[in-house]
């Protein structure tokens, strides 16, 4: 996750040169209940807090032009943005191999 905030953190400060206010979606599972104390403290010690989503959005980084993208559900703002602007997007960082053995193992009982 660390990997993951520091990807999104560089787009926020290349793209407007400051940290923005960011959107989180977690899909209820038991990986987030088993981690969300660690992953919450992460999360506090980087310096974020939760606001709402009003007060995301009265950002003026979020009136900058989005790429609609209906064929790609769950791309980000950022991603969108980039892609508007005809930017490269960034690699996104890598799961772990051992996550993605886990992940293939358990598809692979269903």
Do not use: C, N
């Amino acid at each position: 996750m660390t990997k993951t905030l520091e990807h999104y953190e560089a787009y926020s400060t290349d793209m407007f040169w400051r940290d923005i206010a960011q959107t989180l979606v977690l899909t209820p599972s038991r990986l987030i209940t088993d981690t969300a104390d660690e992953f919450f403290g992460l999360l506090a010690k980087r310096g974020y807090k939760f606001v709402t989503m009003d007060e995301v959005q009265a950002d003026e980084a979020y009136q900058t032009k989005e790429a609609v993208i209906e064929t790609q559900p769950g791309i980000s703002w950022f991603e969108r943005w980039q892609m508007a602007q005809g930017k490269k997007l960034r690699d996104e960082p890598r799961v772990h191999e051992s996550v993605w053995k886990t992940w293939q193992a358990m598809k692979d009982k269903k």
